[in-house]
């Protein structure tokens, strides 16, 4: 993935009134899938092309803390009058299971973007969802946040049978991993 801007983005930037909006992707397991955006018609964007609809649903949005700190910049994203769709999906799953990524675009006076799209949050979830119901139907509300580092790896940590033993005694499992070559293994039982 590239981190660099596009020039005519750059050039957007530097332009005084230019219209800057959010692009919202979210995913969850199944295929499922929701692009709003905070414009006020359908923006599309990327290759492919995905289309980004106006959002009535997306109530809240946090903000996107930057730092140079190690932290996990969490952001809660909160829908109402959501699909049948989404509230299933937000009650058979694991907050962890949620993907979200936001992205800013400048647009031009046709809602079309202006050069590419900057990636400003990529995420997992990490709270939720809560989901609640009320008169105006169902909520969901989700908890995210972008770990940019490999918290859950043990420091000085090799991927080989010497030190897959230090951690997990009388595990051989790298002792045969060699001898796959490529063959598909069975895992687990008979």
Same mark, same amino acid.
């Given at each position: 993935?590239?981190?660099?801007?596009?020039?005519?983005?750059?050039?957007?930037?530097?332009?005084?009134?230019?219209?800057?909006?959010?692009?919202?992707?979210?995913?969850?397991? *199944?295929?499922?899938?929701?692009?709003?955006?905070?414009?006020?018609?359908? =923006?599309?964007?990327?290759?492919? #092309?995905?289309?980004?609809?106006?959002?009535?649903?997306?109530?809240?949005? *946090?903000?996107?803390?930057?730092?140079?700190?190690?932290?996990?910049?969490?952001?809660?994203?909160?829908?109402?009058? =959501?699909?049948?769709?989404?509230?299933?999906? #937000?009650?058979?799953?694991?907050?962890?299971?949620?993907?979200?990524?936001?992205?800013? #675009?400048?647009?031009?006076?046709?809602?079309?973007?202006?050069? #590419?799209?900057?990636?400003?949050?990529?995420?997992?979830?990490?709270?939720?969802?809560?989901?609640?119901?009320?008169?105006? *139907?169902?909520? =969901?509300?989700?908890?995210?946040?972008?770990?940019?580092?490999?918290?859950? =790896?043990?420091?000085?940590?090799?991927?080989?049978?010497?030190?897959?033993?230090?951690?997990?005694?009388?595990?051989?499992?790298?002792?045969?991993? *060699?001898?796959?070559?490529?063959?598909?293994?069975?895992?687990?039982?008979?």
């Amino acid at each position: 993935m590239s981190r660099a801007i596009h020039d005519d983005t750059l050039a957007a930037l530097r332009r005084p009134g230019a219209a800057w909006v959010r692009l919202f992707h979210l995913t969850w397991p *199944g295929g499922g899938s929701l692009s709003r955006t905070d414009a006020g018609a359908a =923006v599309t964007d990327g290759d492919p #092309a995905r289309i980004y609809s106006p959002s009535p649903e997306l109530v809240g949005v *946090g903000d996107i803390v930057e730092t140079a700190e190690p932290k996990s910049n969490p952001l809660t994203l909160t829908f109402e009058a =959501v699909t049948p769709a989404m509230v299933g999906a #937000a009650l058979r799953n694991p907050a962890s299971a949620f993907r979200l990524e936001i992205r800013r #675009a400048a647009l031009d006076a046709d809602y079309n973007v202006i050069g #590419a799209s900057i990636l400003r949050f990529a995420g997992r979830g990490a709270d939720g969802p809560d989901v609640r119901g009320d008169a105006d *139907g169902p909520s =969901v509300a989700i908890a995210f946040a972008s770990h940019w580092a490999a918290w859950g =790896v043990v420091s000085g940590r090799r991927t080989g049978a010497e030190s897959q033993a230090a951690h997990f005694a009388g595990d051989k499992g790298f002792d045969f991993a *060699g001898d796959a070559d490529g063959r598909k293994l069975k895992w687990g039982g008979a």
